[in-house]
Structure formats: structure tokens, C-alpha cells
């Protein structure tokens, strides 16, 4: 079974920055990262690989978020820019059973943080 903590979050002005963590118990996992606006669906943020030669943004984010990792920490980064309101959500780290997939389906995986809320005032 996997844990997976998550940390940072909070409240930011539009144009301001944040950056959220997530530990993994265990060992270094690819991790996906996706967010859920009240009354909307979890959608797909980005992804990266367990090594973390290769990284995945959904359109919306790409540019302004960065996915970063440090496998000595077992941990992965998300580091926010430029947000804006329409970033608000709760955010949450995600993995699956072997640690591999770094898709954009939220059926593939099997573990989830428990969720930190980012807020962007305008």
C-alpha cells in the first residue's frame, strides 16, 4: 500500500506563485498530479515519470506549472506560476499500483494524496 502526503497550498493573489509537495512512502513513483474545482470533475494537471526524464502538462497549466522531483526524498514537486483564478481547486498527487504510469487517466491510478487546497484571488 502506498501513502502519499501532501503539503503547501494556500492562498495566493492571481500572478503569484505557489509550490505543493508529495511524499511517497516506500520508494520513487511516476506521479500524477490533478485538481477538482467544486462542482466539476478531476481533471488532469501533469505528470512525470518515476526517473523523471520526461514530464506531461495538460494545456491549460503548461508553461506556468513545472513538475519536479527529488527520488532521494521521495518526493515530487509542483511548482505553480502565474496562477490565476481559474486555478482554484483542490490539488492532489496521484500514483498507481507499480509506479509506472504518468498518463492523464484518473481510473489508472490507485493512490491518492489527500488533496491541499489552492485558492487565487482576483
Known amino acids: 500500500h502506498v501513502q502519499l502526503v501532501q503539503s503547501g497550498g494556500g492562498l495566493v493573489q492571481a500572478g503569484g506563485s505557489l509550490r505543493l509537495s508529495c511524499v511517497a512512502s516506500?520508494?520513487?513513483?511516476?506521479m500524477g498530479w490533478f485538481r477538482q474545482a467544486p462542482g466539476k470533475e478531476r481533471e488532469f494537471v501533469g505528470a512525470?515519470?518515476?526517473?523523471?526524464?520526461?514530464?506531461y502538462y495538460a494545456a491549460s497549466v503548461k508553461g506556468r506549472f513545472t513538475i519536479s522531483r527529488d527520488n532521494a526524498k521521495n518526493t515530487v514537486y509542483l511548482q505553480m506560476n502565474s496562477l490565476k483564478p481559474e486555478d482554484t481547486a483542490v490539488y492532489y498527487c496521484?500514483?498507481?499500483?507499480?509506479?509506472?504510469?504518468?498518463?492523464?487517466?484518473?481510473?489508472?491510478?490507485?493512490?491518492w494524496g489527500q488533496g491541499t487546497q489552492v485558492t487565487v484571488s482576483s
Open positions: 496521484a500514483t498507481d499500483e507499480a509506479g509506472i504510469y504518468s498518463g492523464s487517466s484518473v481510473n489508472e491510478y490507485d493512490y
Open positions: 516506500g520508494r520513487a513513483y511516476a
Open positions: 512525470i515519470t518515476w526517473r523523471g526524464d520526461r514530464s
